[in-house]
């Protein structure tokens, strides 16, 4: 069984920070590149931000300068540091990676369950 297992999320006031993790475990062979997305009630999911194996990163406009994303290898987590976070940051993000399973021979997209980003005085 592979799964990713989001931490982080809440409420926080405007201006705020928070930190999202998502930690894959299971037989995990590789991973490749990793993500955040968000999606509110009746939306479709949009990208937040990618962070590839060499550690390139790519941001949607709206977030560049407060928002980072990150990885440690060592321990299959890929994390979202929020800053200077806005009302219009709330949503529920989603993590995603891409994993090659042990007993597998091609990659797949795996994704966490969601945590709740509050943004809210």
């Known amino acids: 069984q592979l799964q990713l297992v989001e931490s982080g999320g809440g409420l926080v006031q405007p201006g705020g920070s928070l930190r999202l993790s998502c930690a894959a475990s299971g037989f995990i062979f590789s991973i490749n590149a990793m993500g955040w997305y968000r999606q509110a009630p009746g939306k479709q999911r949009e990208l937040v931000s990618t962070?590839?194996?060499?550690?390139?990163?790519n941001y949607v406009d709206y977030v560049k300068g407060r928002l980072t994303i990150y990885r440690d290898n060592a321990k299959n987590t890929v994390y979202l540091r929020m800053n200077s976070l806005k009302p219009e940051d709330t949503d529920v993000y989603y993590c995603t990676q891409q994993i090659k399973h042990l007993c597998k021979h091609k990659w797949d997209d795996y994704w966490g369950r969601g945590t709740q980003v509050t943004v809210s005085s």
């Open positions: 962070i590839t194996s060499g550690g390139s990163t």
